[in-house]
Every structure is written in C-alpha cells, then in structure tokens.
C-alpha cells in the first residue's frame, strides 16, 4: 500500500470515527417527544409490514449478528438491556428504535465529504461502506419498531 493510500485511509477511518462520535452524541440529546411525535420524517408513503422484512430481507436470520451499539455513548441505551414487558418499557423502546434509524440515516451520507480527498474509487469504496452499514441497522430498526406497535396494538 503506498503512502498516499495509507493516509486516505487512515483520514476515512478517523472522519468515519468522528463522525459517528458526533451524530451518536447529538442523537442522544434528541428529545423523546421529538422522537415520539407524529412528524413528518417518521412516515412512510408506502405500506411497511414486518413480514414484508423477514420475507424479502429475511432479516431474522441475520438480525442477532449485529452488534447493538446503543451503549457506546454515555446517556446512551443498549436495546437489549430493555428487558421490562409493560406498556412503558415498550413505548420506550420504541423511541430508542427511532433514535437508532436516526443515528444511522445521520451516518450514511458521510461518504459524500468523502469526495473532498479521494480519487472516485475510494469514494466508491466508502459508499459501499456506508450502505454495508448502515442499512442493514436501519432496516433492523424498522423491523423492531413494527413489531413493538403490534405488540403494543394487542395490549390493553
């Protein structure tokens, strides 16, 4: 690898970092009722369906893969660790579902400050790295998500 390639990617792997230290930190600070509002950026104009996840993704084979990163911040909150079953504890992860897609939506576009130092292959390269990334928890956060109203729907 020559110089100039070490640098590009030790340069991606810090502003990858950075990046992801500073959309985590500020999604922290997100208020619940942002996140628990009707607003605009949570609907979808079309019909999302859990089965429609686990038919064409099939995403319950490879959801446990992922590791939950929710933790990694202070004030932050690992989805697992949301163990209680009542309405509260649901609706509450449900946020955190949100606060989740949020942080990965916030961190795909980054490959596009990419192309401020890269030849257009490396720009590619981290696009590739961007959607490997993040759409997988974006997808998995949705999933979750629709499966928490249903259960909320069914209870009293």
Known sequence: ?????????????????????????????VP????AGGHWFWRRPWRESSQGFEQRL??????GWLPD???????????AAMVGRDRADLER???ET???ELVHLLLWPFWIVTSSWLAPAGVLLNLLFACGFNLPCIWIQRY??????????LRP
């Open 58 to 63: 099939a995403i319950r084979r490879w959801k």
């Open 93 to 95: 992860l449900v946020l």
């Open 98 to 100: 949100k606060r989740a």
């Open 144 to 153: 979750n998500r629709l499966r928490l109203i249903r259960l909320l729907e």
């Open 32 to 35: 619940a009722g942002w996140l």
């Open 69 to 79: 990163a929710g933790n990694a911040l202070p004030q932050g909150v690992a989805k």
């Open 1 to 29: 690898m020559s110089v100039g390639a070490s640098q590009a990617l030790v340069q991606c792997a810090l502003g990858w970092l950075s990046w992801s230290l500073l959309v985590g930190v500020l999604a922290n600070r």
